[in-house]
């Protein structure tokens, strides 16, 4: 019984991190769909070799740093033959689907950053995030490193919670994402000398919406399966998902006036906020997140472009940076007895866990990408921007046949 039941947690989260590990071709074709055909080849290459770049690094280093374990072992041990590895090798499993979380913050910081970044300095950045910087912040609320969970719950009465990462993963992501936009500054064109915003076109409308639907169908595995084991496992996250899911989508329809990518990204909205709480809210509260992470998006997305200039292809930050802390505060307000979530839960602990996690990120962002700049240089050079960095990084372009360089 014993072995059926690990064989089944094995299945369990080894689905959880295939359908996480797809959620970056999600992240791929948002990015394709919305930058200019020249940054296509671009945005997939990134995508790919940040995930390949994350899952290395993380498996020498940042897993040791978030939780203290090393794969340094017989293959027999880790299968499970050693007290630091559970049987069958599901703490392997375990670490896969840790992985793509971990990778998804160089994932998140891609769109912001698209159009002009140079390539190298940014597979830099990915090692420095995923190896150091996000593991270090990871072990501290899903670890328990350094007792600052301790301290939270007997402080005010429970820890910071994260359930999915709307703090650990997607606010991180967004506002190390923030400080990578302010240090390359805004595409050529973006903005004229007086200041008004010129528009940039997406690409791709279906392109944009085919990654949105796979960020949407693997989320449920980011989410529900977050929970590691079947004992675990309960249909609220589920549904909690869905309904922040189509909160943010009627939202972002009504506020952004029909446009089909704040409708794309208001389901991604929601999906970021719930994360959080989304194992505590009731399936009302749920819907109240996500729909108000809708709105978050559609004018955070306006006041970042237009009103503060700062040229945030994708919206990362107001997607992943602004909704994912709304997420973390929202699961103190929405999770508690009193509007019908499950509680055990601090209002106290979640605004002290948001803003902290907000704030970290912002400082490491303006450490590696301004070491990187003042090192390396992160701009691509002004002829290389203007050809397109497919062209100037890859020597191919989205159709080959008609751009390869001979």
């Known amino acids: 019984m014993e072995q059926s039941q690990v064989g089944g947690d094995v299945f369990f989260v080894l689905m959880g991190a295939i359908l996480v590990f797809a959620m970056h071709g999600g992240f791929a074709f948002l990015e394709v769909g919305t930058v200019r055909h020249k940054n296509q080849v671009n945005a997939l290459v990134k995508i790919l070799v940040d995930f390949a770049l994350s899952a290395f690094i993380y498996f020498f280093v940042g897993y040791f740093i978030a939780y203290g374990t090393h794969f340094f072992l017989s293959a027999a041990e880790l299968s499970g033959g050693s ?15 840790l992985t793509t979380f971990a990778a998804a913050i160089p994932a998140i910081i891609s769109g912001g950053i698209a159009e002009r970044m140079k390539f190298a300095p940014q597979c830099f950045a990915t090692v420095a995030l995923v190896g150091v910087f996000y593991p270090f912040f990871e072990g ?32 991180l992501g967004g506002w190390i994402a923030l400080a990578a936009v302010l240090n390359l500054g805004p595409r050529l064109g973006r903005y004229t000398k007086d200041g008004r915003s010129v528009g940039i076109p997406p690409s791709s409308i279906p392109w944009l919406a085919l990654g949105s639907w796979m960020l949407c169908v693997g989320w449920f595995g980011f989410n529900v399966m977050t929970a590691a084991s079947l004992e675990s496992v309960t249909g ?53 997140v996500g729909g108000a992470a809708g709105a978050i998006f559609v004018f955070g997305f306006d006041w970042c472009q237009n009103k503060l200039k700062i040229d945030d292809v994708l919206g990362v930050w107001p997607l992943h940076g602004l909704c994912g802390v709304w997420g973390g505060v929202a699961a103190g307000i929405f999770g508690a ?17 948001s ?29 290389d921007e203007i050809r397109g960095a497919d062209l100037a990084i890859h020597k191919i372009g989205a159709n080959p046949e008609n751009e390869i360089i001979r």
Not at 262 to 287: E, R
Request: with cysteine; net charge negative.
């Open 83 to 97: 007290g630091a590895f559970e049987l069958q090798g599901l703490s392997l499993v375990k670490f896969f689907f």
């Open 140 to 171: 501290i609320v899903w670890g328990g490193n350094f007792g600052i969970q301790d301290w939270m719950e007997s402080s005010f009465g429970a820890p910071f919670r994260d359930f999915a990462g709307s703090i650990v993963v997607h606010a």
């Open 236 to 288: 609220l996250v589920a549904i909690n998902s869905l309904m922040a899911m189509i909160g943010g989508i009627i939202m972002a329809l009504f506020v952004g006036r029909n446009d089909p990518g704040f409708v794309h990204n208001g389901a991604l909205a929601g999906l970021v906020a719930v994360c959080a709480g989304s194992d505590i809210l009731h399936p009302i509260g749920a819907l109240i």
């Open 337 to 353: 007895e009193a509007l019908g979530g499950m509680g055990g839960v601090s209002l106290v602990s979640q605004l002290i866990g």
């Open 355 to 383: 803003v902290a996690g907000a704030a970290y990120a912002m400082v490491v962002g303006f450490i590696v990408y301004g070491v990187l700049k003042a090192v390396t240089g992160i701009r691509m050079s002004e002829e």
